[in-house]
């Protein structure tokens, strides 16, 4: 069920896990083709993590692996990002943003700067955070902290929670 033409979807990708899956998933699900931001070192840096980002290379290795497992690098253009809002407001053949709830806000704000350009708006489709085994979201965070792995499942002993 391709709805869109071209859609876009963006993040850091880092410990690449089954959050990360879902959402680049259903982009390809909704778009023929898929614009994938993937931010750069320096902007991965002004984030702010709590946590160590992977460099960029080794991102971009593990995402195009993924794509390329399932059959889909040939649909998509992996971009780098350095900034919130990468190609968005100049590239006028994306017709959707594909979000997480974590990014819904920065989707809003790209559909306000668009419209102030005179550039068509964006449909947002935002996708809930996958959860893990104990009902919080995954994150890359809690990854590297060692408290889940990267399909959500908990590392940490029941009885040190």
Not at 71 to 81: D, F, N
Not at 128 to 151: A, F, L, Q, W, Y
């Given at each position: 069920?391709?709805e869109?033409?071209?859609?876009?979807?963006g993040?850091t990708?880092?410990?690449?896990h089954?959050?990360?899956?879902?959402?680049?998933l259903?982009?390809?699900e909704?778009g023929k083709?898929?614009?994938?931001?993937?931010c750069?070192?320096?902007?991965?840096?002004?984030?702010?993590?709590?946590h160590?980002?992977?460099?960029y290379?080794?991102?971009?290795?593990?995402?195009?692996?993924?794509?390329?497992?399932?059959?889909?690098?040939?649909?998509?253009e992996?971009?780098?990002l350095?900034?919130p809002i990468?190609?968005?407001?100049?590239?006028?053949?994306?017709q959707?943003?594909?979000?997480?709830?974590?990014?819904?806000?920065?989707?809003?704000?790209i559909?306000?700067k668009?419209?102030?350009?005179?550039?068509?708006h964006?449909?947002?489709?935002?996708?809930k955070?996958?959860?893990?085994?104990?009902?919080?979201p995954?994150?890359?965070t809690?990854?590297?902290?060692?408290?889940?792995?990267?399909?959500?499942?908990l590392?940490?002993?029941?009885?040190?929670?």
């Amino acid at each position: 069920m391709k709805e869109f033409r071209r859609v876009a979807v963006g993040g850091t990708f880092d410990e690449l896990h089954r959050g990360h899956k879902v959402l680049l998933l259903k982009a390809f699900e909704l778009g023929k083709t898929v614009s994938v931001g993937l931010c750069t070192d320096t902007f991965a840096e002004k984030l702010r993590k709590p946590h160590e980002t992977a460099p960029y290379e080794e991102r971009l290795k593990k995402l195009e692996g993924f794509l390329k497992k399932h059959s889909l690098l040939q649909r998509s253009e992996i971009i780098p990002l350095n900034d919130p809002i990468g190609t968005t407001l100049s590239d006028l053949g994306l017709q959707a943003l594909i979000v997480s709830q974590e990014t819904e806000e920065i989707a809003l704000e790209i559909n306000k700067k668009r419209r102030a350009l005179g550039v068509p708006h964006l449909v947002i489709l935002t996708i809930k955070m996958v959860p893990s085994e104990n009902c919080t979201p995954i994150s890359t965070t809690r990854i590297r902290k060692g408290e889940i792995d990267h399909e959500g499942y908990l590392l940490i002993s029941k009885k040190s929670l």
